[in-house]
């Protein structure tokens, strides 16, 4: 079982009021917040260890070093990837879907198709969008119903012998939809398509096994997973990094260069060149340990109660309408109030200290789908409350009687 209060004292960022009243943090799907032992890592490797990596020989550089790597080791295990050198080190998820957008003009002609669905986030969108533009290749899309599912009849239509790659995302960002990721990936293996997973919404809220799902790559981001800004993973199937070109050209991913031929650095350093985000690597390990010590199982349950509680007492508010009622979601709640435009509701309730996202949430061709403008989208994590919840369904109340 879950401590909430205790769970609550280790996000210092928690204890604080906002416009004069007690922050209830509600963007969690746009970033999320913190705990002591991540901002306690970051300061201490610029106290303690800080130092260029993989090539001084003095005391410093190899600490850093050894822990850069051991955290690669560490996130190894948590995905349960077969390979250290599997788990690339990247800015964060757009970094890593374009990583392997750019490598797949090697894989990808005219007349190829590359699949992605009709609710990604724009950044598991644009990079294919360009990914075709530069070879000819067609961009094919997997529909979704009135609920944000996937149509998973249309995806085995669309899926042939022409489809190269298939990208889709674990969980939505916009509705909280949890996608049949594993159906997806063994029926695009059966035509020959690689598989690479947006699991930016998924890392913060679950486990994923890499060798279990059988994906080519699954990529997230550190920031959304309490790790810092700028971290991020790309897990690659051995075998496709090493066929898969070089992203970016410079030092650390070298073996040996000359005027007139360089050989490329083996796995994982082919893929990161020049002096990566030292400290992000390092504490994002420790962002892992710090959710794995809380435990999946526990933020499971207690997110769901969450989500069950919240779309309950949401529903409640007359007028109110949840976009994205999937049944298989994680603890996002997107809605629009009749009448109300999003903005102005999330603009009201943050003088009440309640932080939503309103808009389109990088996510347009959903907004286009459903016919609106955006949502208001309220994001829980395992230290939000059902307090915090009866909150925010006071503070929309509030912001009908004053926007009526
Ligand atoms: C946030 C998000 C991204 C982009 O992540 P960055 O950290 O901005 O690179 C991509 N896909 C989904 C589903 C997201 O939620």
Redesign the pocket.
């Known amino acids: 079982m879950l401590d909430i209060q205790k769970v609550r004292a280790d996000f210092p960022i928690l204890n604080q009021k906002v416009n004069g009243r007690p922050l209830v943090y509600f963007d969690n799907?746009a970033t999320s917040q913190k705990p002591q032992v991540v901002i306690d890592a970051i300061s201490k490797y610029y106290s303690e260890i800080n130092s260029n990596i993989h090539r001084g020989v003095h005391a410093l550089s190899q600490l850093a070093t050894d822990a850069y790597e051991a955290s690669r080791q560490k996130i190894q295990k948590h995905l349960n990837a077969r390979y250290a050198h599997e788990v690339l080190f990247t800015a964060?998820?757009?970094h890593g879907i374009n990583l392997v957008a750019n490598g797949f003009t090697k894989f990808v002609k005219e007349g190829d198709e590359v699949m992605v669905s009709a609710i990604e986030?724009h950044?598991?969108i644009v990079p294919w969008q360009m990914l075709c533009e530069r070879t000819g290749a067609k961009l094919v899309v997997i529909p979704m119903n009135d609920n944000g599912e996937l149509v998973m009849e249309e995806f085995n239509k669309l899926l042939t012998d022409k489809t190269r790659i298939v990208a889709v995302?674990h969980i939505s960002?916009a509705l909280g939809t949890i996608n049949p990721i594993k159906y997806i990936i063994d029926k695009a293996h059966t035509v020959g398509a690689a598989v690479l997973i947006?699991g930016?919404?998924a890392a913060p809220h679950l486990r994923p096994d890499m060798q279990a799902l059988d994906c080519d790559f699954y990529t997230f981001?550190g920031?959304?997973a309490c790790g810092p800004t700028g971290s991020g993973v790309l897990y690659g199937k051995e075998e496709w990094l090493n066929k898969l070109p070089p992203y970016q050209g410079g030092g650390e991913m070298i073996k040996d260069v000359s005027f007139e031929k360089t050989t490329y650095a083996d796995l994982p350093h082919k893929f990161e060149a020049g002096t990566p985000n030292i400290a992000g690597g390092i504490v994002l390990g420790i962002a892992i340990d710090y959710l794995d010590s809380v435990g999946f199982d526990n933020i499971i349950a207690y997110e769901q109660e969450l989500l069950d509680y919240g779309t309950e007492q949401l529903l409640k508010i007359e007028g109110l309408r949840i976009i994205g009622t999937a049944e298989h979601k994680t603890s996002v709640i997107s809605f629009m109030i009749e009448g109300l435009h999003p903005y102005d509701v999330g603009a009201i309730l943050d003088k009440m200290g309640i932080a939503v996202r309103t808009g389109n949430h990088c996510t347009q061709p959903i907004m286009q789908y459903f016919g609106i403008p955006g949502t208001i989208r309220a994001s829980f994590a395992f230290y939000n409350t059902k307090e915090e919840i009866d909150a925010l369904v006071a503070g929309l109340n509030k912001a009908k009687m004053m926007l009526a």
């Open positions: 799907a964060g998820t757009t986030h950044s598991n995302n960002n947006d930016a919404q981001s920031h959304k």
